[in-house]
């Protein structure tokens, strides 16, 4: 069984199911896949129940919008009060004030929950957080939680250190959730965001621990420093085992899609050792390395998804960067690219930006299309 930690009153399960990249019923990549394969998926779920992973969140438009019923669904045999259910107001996508207790609504039909245990707004950055303020979204919230519809209130941040900073100082939170891993510790300042969030007594959600799989795959020679370490230690748990070292992370999301994931993951947090100060260099020295290799900050979340040409961005970016970490060859990264309809492909692209401003890596995406991916592509 994974161990607990204590989050105010409750206890959390250290490891949580992410519900962004569930089993699906095609093998063909596809973003934002809608196609969640029930049964494998509950397999997940029993899973985790079963090893003490009480933690299980959703979003309004994972797969499409089908996630939030999945794990209604998945979760209904179990008793209500024996896991945490959690769940976002995406922002962006309210039009008008009242589009917030639309949305609200509608999670709560979608996953036939009469509460969440934890809710939060989704994606803040400073112009996200600007729109909340106008709508009056954290006062939407604690009017929920007076009504006993919301347990715990905080907000999912993309956003600059200065606008975290800004978020902090205007609310009471609960808790936040900031995507960090052992690359992003500098490369997004994520350290500088836990030093805030642990300073202000706001205890720590992680997203992308392993940052959508990437630092599952390293490239060959980081791989190597990391089996030359603990031979029998797969990959993906030294990211998993970083996150875990930081005193003030109650709980880690992993969007698991595999039993052999969750095993990984379960085993890597149970009776949990932090990590040596020479195994936080070698961390270190891996993120180095993978900087070197000019890859796409792309985590395949596929919030890019909604491109009016359907262009496959996220499956365009997997190619590139497959190739630059050295997992497959030039020939067969092209040959994935190829295989992409043209009207789907780089040169599909119209530069509208509507990706780029949902991106929570702050990639550059219509820039990379018509810039590197042609070039490298031809």
Known sequence: MIDKKTYKETELSRLGLGTMRLPVKTKIKREANPMIDYEEGQKLVDYAIEHGINYFDTAYMYHAGKSEKFIGTALKKYPRDSYFLVDKLPIWMCLKKSDMEKIFNNQLERTGA???????????????????????????????????????????FHGTIDDLKRIVAAHEWDFAQIQLNYLDWQNQRAKEQYEILTEAGIPVIVMEPVRGGKLAEVPKEAEAMFKAAKPNASIASWAIRFVASLPNVVTILSGMNSLEQMEDNISTLTDFKPLSDSEMRLCFNAAAIINKKNVIPCTGCDYCADCPRQVRISTIFAAYNDYKNGNISIDESAARYLAIPKENNASACVKCGKCATHCPQGIKIPDLLHGEIADFFG
């Open 114 to 156: 009469d509460y969440f245990d934890n809710y939060l707004l989704h994606a803040l950055d400073g112009g996200g957080f600007d729109k909340c303020e106008k709508y009056g979204a954290y006062d939407f919230l604690k009017k929920k939680q007076a009504e006993g519809k919301i347990r715990h209130i905080g907000f999912s």
